[in-house]
């Protein structure tokens, strides 16, 4: 039953990014992607038992460009029964002049698969509002009709996910925005219209015990939509007496990162990760600089199967 359920799952992922080959970036991006799982997938939320989870990450891309993207993210979940969970994900992103907010409840249904492994589906629902001072941009044209009016406003959007999970590992898809939304259009000049696309992520990994003390983690992030190139993230970290926690991920094309993280309390981590551009955007910026703190508690006083991730 479990190998026919593993079957299943990974067909399932294959038809979902069939539509999306040519694809990927208008999401915020994330280096420390595998510690902020609830803001992509929504079957995630309440997958750590007996736990109240809270996450907050700050990011700072390309360091010295003007107007480069700056992210933060706020994540809340926990398990409400057995098979049950709900969450709360925010989202703030500022591009140049544009700043874009995302607020959504998540819900995610569990159905155990033997005795460690679980199958999780999550639906998440909300609202994205965006605000882009277009009329304060210089333009090379005076009057230009594509910047001649300021865009605010408010569109509800829902998305989905799966997540398939065991102590060790997992593997999950979702569409977190499943609904283009359109924020401007316009029928003359070049520019026709201002949209989000729906984006596909489908991320996994796997923690290896190395020794008493070592445990080494792969984990992979691959980020698709129609019309950009696929975005593929793949990290590998090190964990040292469930403690300490140091890294490396490339992101195809665009960067390589060191990732490092430290459990400061019994309920506190704290990560940090600096990203190196490889593309041609290096002689351009400083890097990325990526913070995120990790809020766990136990809310249980069942013994509980330790999860790495």
Known sequence: MKRIVIILVILALQVLVLPFKAAAQQDAQYTQYMYNMNILNPAYAGTKEGTLSASFLGRTQWVGIPGAP???????????????GLGLSVLADKIGPVNEQFVFADYSYKIPIGYYDNISFGIKGGISMINAGLTDLLTIVDGDINFDTDINNL??????????YSDIYYIGASVPNLLKTTYLEKNGGVVTNLSKKSHL???GGYVFDL????????SFMTKA??????SVDLSANFLFDEQYEIGASYRWGDSVSLLLNAKITDNLRVGYSYDFTTSALNNFNSGTHEI????DL??????????FF
């Open 211 to 218: 020794s008493y003390d070592w445990r080494f983690k792969p």
């Open 225 to 230: 939509t129609m019309g950009t190139p696929l």
């Open 155 to 164: 569109k509800p959007n829902f998305g989905f996910g799966i997540f398939y």
């Open 292 to 295: 995120i703190l990790l809020f």
């Open 298 to 307: 136990q809310t249980s006083y069942e013994i509980i199967s330790p999860r």
């Open 201 to 203: 992520f489908i991320t």
């Open 70 to 84: 700056q992210t933060m993210t706020l994540a809340v979940h926990s398990p409400i029964t057995d098979r049950m």
